[in-house]
């Protein structure tokens, strides 16, 4: 046995630069958070903040923008992570179950995992053009005039025009995921469910469900913190327009730092931190309890 | 008999179905590649035709009037730079971390694991730019690029880690080797699949980012994609440029797409199997 005189040869220089480089850019900043949150800091003072107690968070809560920034991030969160699992959950089984062309359609999907989110913005926005965009040109072609929206300029469609757009980005990761872990499930427990007379529905929620809770959690997780976090998608296409009525956190916390209020900024930003790392910990030890060993 | 037309109508339905989706992913392309060789007045009417006449000259302009070229050598030397670095970084950690079991060793994992999951906190990281100065410069961004690319890359090279027998290391020691040479010429070597990995996801994320650049960064060093919003700000009326425009921000992203394709889908599934 070795192990104790080799472990001298695992030098503590190996960890140091990257935990002195990941403390001062990441684990430092977000430790002064809980300090910064509490002061005035802004751009006309800008190396010399001073303390103001919980002004800034009564600021954030008496502020209609922050409230509908909110109420937004949830249901951008909400729709999108709901309609990105079961969906991108049922196209991983069709794709899982011998579709022609099977490599192509998930290349297809998943090819704008790769884009700039502000660069498919700028190309839903065309997309979007309420007189010659492709959406509206579609639509009264089928002849659902009707339905033919100022998508981006009109309160009540421009979150769901931004929805549709996220989903369309990132349901290919979302399907790449699923799809890793249908395929890891072991093929024998289905030749022994037909054996057994099981019923394809009966399948899927004895043998396939239990087995891929992995992928679910991963990818739940994935949304959740992807949704909440969605910055580029909503800074292209509408900036947190008309009137405020598409902010989300993202944008609202940039629109706060750009107006110079830093410490304001700073007190949603660790709301924000807070927030997220209780929701993320919590669905992870959730799913956990959930997993199955096989 | 009538089992077997039902499940083939299924499988119709299925494959008109992925066909329908894949539509929905391939139109737009076909609308910014047409559109971005009309004339004005015909782009911005963004239709699916073919042009009449093709206006090459719209991407002589692109080049003329953007930050195309700027941001082109932005994104090369930024991506590079934190790729070497938090390579280089990132496996050094994940090896000691994985190979030592001391109480330093568990904690700092969790350390790094933690970045996963909290949010980056960008107002308290510029105070600390300000602080040292390194707001809108090349190395502030590569800085904040590194610290925030190494959990991931640590998280996939110590799954890997795993797989690399100890017994190498010891025949090493035995052979007299000294602890960072024996790291570079015998264990680095052998973490090429994931080296390609962690190189191809965290050159992807620094290229398409957007907060970092937007908070830390004036528009001199910002890499292509970034590039079309400047553009977008200036000819927002003009779908000729704009398509040309995006279309040569998108098209480095699609040739490394077809390259990196196999490494993205490793990265991204690696923890999202049971092992």
Request: overall charge positive; glycine content about 8%.
């Amino acid at each position: 046995m070795l192990s104790k005189g080799t472990s001298k040869h695992y030098s503590v220089l190996f960890v140091l630069p990257a935990f002195i480089l990941f403390s001062l850019f990441f684990i430092l900043p977000n430790l002064s958070g809980f300090v910064m949150a509490f002061t005035d800091w802004s751009s006309y003072y800008p190396l010399s903040p001073g303390f103001n107690g919980w002004r800034n968070f009564q600021d954030l809560f008496a502020s209609p923008v922050f409230a509908t920034a909110v109420r937004n991030t949830i249901y951008f969160t909400a729709v999108t992570t709901a309609f990105k699992i079961v969906f991108g959950f049922l196209m991983a089984i069709i794709l899982n179950n011998g579709v022609k062309f099977k490599n192509t359609y998930r290349t297809i999907v998943f090819a704008p995992f790769v884009f700039n989110p502000l660069v498919i913005a700028y190309v839903f926005s065309a997309l979007y053009q309420p007189d010659y965009g492709p959406v509206n040109t579609f639509l009264r072609f089928v002849g659902l005039d009707f339905m033919a929206q100022h998508w981006l300029t009109d309160v009540k469609y421009a979150m769901l025009a931004i929805c549709v757009m996220d989903i369309w980005i990132s349901i290919g990761a979302i399907i790449v995921i699923f799809l890793t872990g249908l395929q890891s499930v072991p093929q024998e427990f289905y030749e022994a469910a037909t054996v057994d007379g099981a019923g394809g529905f009966q399948k899927f929620v004895h043998i396939t469900l239990p087995l891929t809770i992995y992928s679910l959690s991963i990818n739940t997780i994935l949304c959740l913190i992807g949704g909440a976090k969605v910055f580029g998608q909503v800074y292209g296409l509408t900036n947190g327009g008309p009137a405020d009525a598409t902010q989300v956190y993202g944008t609202f916390i940039f629109k706060s730092f750009s107006s110079g209020l830093f410490g304001y900024s700073a007190a949603a930003g660790l709301l924000f931190t807070v927030v997220i790392s209780l929701v993320s910990f919590l669905t992870l030890y959730l799913f956990r309890r959930l997993e199955v060993e096989y | 008999m009538s089992h077997t037309v039902k499940t083939r109508l299924i499988k119709l339905l299925l494959e008109a179905v992925m066909l329908i989706v894949a539509l929905c992913y391939l139109a737009p392309v076909w609308i910014i590649v047409v559109n971005s060789l009309k004339d004005t007045l015909s782009a911005n009417r963004i239709g699916y035709s073919w042009p009449k006449l093709f206006h090459f000259d719209n991407y002589a302009q692109v080049f003329e009037k953007s930050n195309a070229l700027q941001g082109l050598i932005n994104g090369v030397v930024i991506g590079v730079t934190v790729v070497l670095i938090a390579g280089f970084l990132s496996s050094m950690a994940a090896y000691y971390l994985s190979r030592k079991s001391s109480g330093f060793s568990k904690f700092t994992t969790l350390y790094f694991v933690s970045g996963l999951i909290i949010p980056t906190a960008i107002i308290p990281t510029y105070f600390a730019m300000l602080v040292l100065k390194l707001n809108n410069t090349y190395l502030g961004l590569v800085a904040i690029f590194v610290a925030y690319t190494l959990p991931l890359s640590i998280f996939l090279y110590s799954g890997f880690m795993r797989t690399i027998p100890r017994e190498i290391d010891e025949a090493a020691i035995i052979d007299g080797s000294r602890p960072m040479q024996m790291f570079f010429r015998i264990i680095f070597p052998l973490l090429a699949p994931v080296t390609v990995t962690v190189i191809v996801f965290n050159f992807i994320g620094v290229w398409n980012d957007v907060t970092t650049y937007l908070y830390f960064a004036g528009g001199d060093k910002w890499p292509l994609p970034m590039t079309v919003f400047q553009f977008y700000g200036k000819y927002s009326q003009r779908w000729d440029l704009l398509f040309a425009d995006i279309l040569v921000a998108i098209v480095p992203c699609l040739i490394f797409f077809v390259f990196g394709q196999k490494y993205m889908v490793s990265g991204l599934t690696a923890g999202s199997v049971k092992a």
